[in-house]
T-cell receptor
Framework: GESVGLHLPTLSVQEGDNSIINCAYS??????FIWYKQESGKGPQFIID?????DKRQGQRVTVLLNKTVKHLSLQIAATQPGDSAVYFC???????????FGQGTELSVKP | EPEVTQTPSHQVTQMGQEVILRCVPI?????FYWYRQILGQKVEFLVS????????KSEIFDDQFSVERPDGSNFTLKIRSTKLEDSAMYFC???????????FGDGTRLSIL
């Protein structure tokens, strides 16, 4: 069942270091995955996406890796900056209608 | 850059009252969504809407909930008789037809007293 008041996993890194945030997804039939960044009081902000026929995709300072064998997704942030501090969610799309299933989130804290 | 806008940013309502949350999706998007996030929990899907009808809904989206696209720009979520457990952030999203990415508004914080 659902947990009430989830304690988010927290990742604390030094400014300038690389960050890796991990996510396990639930449905092997999911065909599309997205990473979102959520700052306090704001909605989820799109960072990067990847389709299930790929295993790696790069953006500006971010890379997403997909391992379908173990249903694992990761987000790598290069040269992490204080402005990267936020909660990061992975989401999977389970059907063509686009319904997204979100993971529980990881709180990234960047120390200057 | 075009964005999804939601109003109001905060809505306080007495239990049992009706509430309407409003959203203006990005103009060329065709699929629209409502999600909610209870404080400290993950984002949960409520409903998807395409071609003026609901395409999918979750177990949360019971008979007390309804959605409407009353004109060419607005997309609304109505809760007919609010309960304490409806207190949450409600996010509207719309989907880019070229990339399939969903773009979210900044949400409405709904507080039921």
């Amino acid at each position: 069942g659902e947990s009430v008041g989830l304690h988010l996993p927290t990742l604390s890194v030094q400014e300038g270091d690389n960050s890796i945030i991990n996510c396990a997804y639930s449905n092997s039939a999911s065909d599309y995955f997205i990473w979102y960044k959520q700052e306090s009081g704001k909605g989820p902000q799109f960072i990067i996406d990847i389709r299930s026929n790929m295993d790696k995709r790069q953006g500006q300072r971010v890379t997403v890796l997909l391992n379908k064998t173990v249903k694992h997704l990761s987000l790598q942030i290069a040269a992490t900056q204080p402005g990267d501090s936020a909660v990061y969610f992975c989401a999977e799309r389970q059907n063509q209608g686009g319904k997204l299933i979100f993971g529980q989130g990881t709180e990234l804290s960047v120390k200057p | 850059e075009p964005e999804v806008t939601q109003t109001p940013s905060h809505q306080v309502t007495q239990m049992g009252q009706e509430v309407i949350l409003r959203c203006v999706p990005i103009s060329n998007h065709l699929y629209f969504y409502w999600y909610r996030q209870i404080l400290g929990q993950k984002v949960e899907f409520l409903v998807s809407f395409y071609n003026n009808e609901i395409s999918e809904k979750s177990e949360i989206f019971d008979d007390q909930f309804s959605v409407e696209r009353p004109d060419g720009s607005n997309f609304t979520l109505k809760i007919r008789s609010t309960k304490l457990e409806d207190s949450a952030m409600y996010f509207c999203a719309s989907r880019d037809p070229t990339s399939n990415s969903q773009h979210f508004g900044d949400g409405t914080r709904l507080s039921i007293l």
